[in-house]
């Protein structure tokens, strides 16, 4: 471990004299949004264009254009051009990324649909997608002029969906905003929907930090009907034709619910404003996905769904890490032993001091036990992002370790809130 302060202090100056662009200057308040294949195995990677398309809104910041936090598997950068200017980046993950990690992906290749979204831009640019080595840094995976002009941009609009404003506090641009897509709800079922989607916003703000921060929030839902509810359970051999083709089983993980159909998901979602999707999933089975800066998923109806639903926001919106570990993880099967990753919330102890080595004093003993004498305390406790060994938490339970846990720990609360102060400043 390392001292902190300095290198904290550091990090700040970094991070102030990364200049923010001008929206104005640069963009137009409505959306462009870049769809790709990636395709490979797990050594190699490749995107392919699949199309741009025009999208009505933005719902992000106009003010934090560049991402200054540096999390994520991926970032897009978008470039003036030709004159190379950096006007809007932002980090995100995705699941072609976790499938590199997976057995299958050692013996054979395959593709995954991906998209990112920016604002439109007025006059030319360079888009770059950069992926992260191993080595934690980032490197250049594909890049495309782009002529905002060009007729074969996608201008299709919106679909026409009825869409519902669930909770409204202000400006999208100042708004942390969130769309709920409903996943396996039949026409006659969009009442359940909405009533989910408010039970489920109602337990949202009865934790910490999102009560506090209740009014940076707008929540809307987009009212499309599946033609059959539920969704896929490959291992228990039952498939439903579903609006957004979820299914749990994901890379062999029962309780893993995703989607590969990011492109319905996205033309879903642009029916309103929107920083993040979450995709509500009628089913009482167990389970959830959160990936950052992609999308979330959470089915409605198992007793553990409200805790689930939390959790998973905290992996999408704020590239929190899982704290839990299983039985018999290497870790260095998943993290480079010789570096920090990415996620706020987990450390191997390389450099403590990008994460939450400046809250500890120097008696903290490695790794902290748990007891009575700090059960609440922030520490360096042992086993962490699916890993018994080698990696840590800052504190005995966390809602990203357990659903038993009573909230947030005070890290991943800083950190949620640094993500807030992002999008709404
Ligand atoms: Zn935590």
Not at 21 to 46: M, P, V, W
Not at 354 to 363: C, E, I, V
Request: net charge negative.
């Amino acid at each position: 471990m390392k001292t902190g302060i300095l290198l904290a202090v550091l990090g700040l100056l970094c991070n102030l004299s990364i200049a923010q662009s001008d929206f104005d200057s640069y963009f137009i308040d409505k959306s462009l949004r870049f769809d790709y294949t990636i395709a490979g195995n797990k050594d190699i990677q490749q995107i392919y264009f699949e199309q741009l398309k025009e999208e009505k809104f933005w719902g992000g910041s106009i003010k934090n254009l560049i991402d200054t936090l540096n999390r994520g598997d991926y970032r897009i950068c978008i470039y003036s051009h030709p004159e190379g200017k950096l006007i809007y980046s932002r980090g995100y993950s995705d699941l072609f990324f976790e499938w590199q990690d997976t057995e299958e992906a050692k013996h054979m290749s395959r593709s995954y649909y991906g998209s990112a979204v920016f604002p439109f831009p007025k006059d030319n640019i360079r888009l770059e997608i950069h992926r992260r080595k191993y080595s934690n840094q980032f490197s250049l995976l594909y890049k495309q002029l782009v002529n905002p002009l060009d007729y074969s941009i996608q201008r299709t609009g919106t679909p026409d969906y009825k869409v519902h404003s669930l909770f409204q506090q202000g400006d999208p641009h100042t708004q942390v905003d969130i769309v709920i897509l409903p996943e396996g709800y039949q026409a006659d079922e969009m009442k359940k929907f909405k009533e989910d989607a408010a039970r489920f916003m109602n337990y949202f703000f009865e934790n910490e930090p999102f009560k506090t921060y209740q009014k940076k929030f707008n929540i809307y839902l987009v009212l499309a009907a599946s033609a059959e509810s539920g969704t896929d359970i490959p291992g228990r051999n039952q498939w439903k034709n579903t609006l957004l083709n979820s299914h749990f089983f994901t890379f062999g993980s029962d309780r893993y619910l995703t989607t590969r159909d990011v492109k319905g998901m996205r033309d879903l979602a642009a029916c309103v404003p929107y920083d993040q999707i979450y995709v509500l999933v009628n089913s009482s089975y167990y389970g959830g996905g959160g990936i950052f800066n992609f999308y979330s998923l959470a089915t409605s109806d198992n007793p553990e769904s409200p805790e689930v639903f939390v959790h998973e926001f905290g992996h999408a919106f704020a590239a929190l890490a899982d704290e839990y570990a299983y039985e018999d993880t290497p870790v260095e099967s998943l993290y480079n032993p010789a570096e920090e990753n990415w996620h706020p919330n987990i450390s191997n102890l390389v450099d403590l001091s990008l994460k939450w080595g400046s809250r500890l004093d120097s008696l903290t003993p490695v790794p902290t036990p748990i007891g009575p004498n700090n059960n609440g305390k922030i520490g360096i406790y042992e086993g962490a992002g699916y890993v018994q060994r080698g990696m840590y938490r800052p504190y005995p339970d966390c809602r990203m370790r357990s659903n038993h846990a009573e909230r947030f720990c005070a890290i991943c609360e800083e950190e949620i809130i640094r993500m807030i102060q992002f999008y709404t400043e």
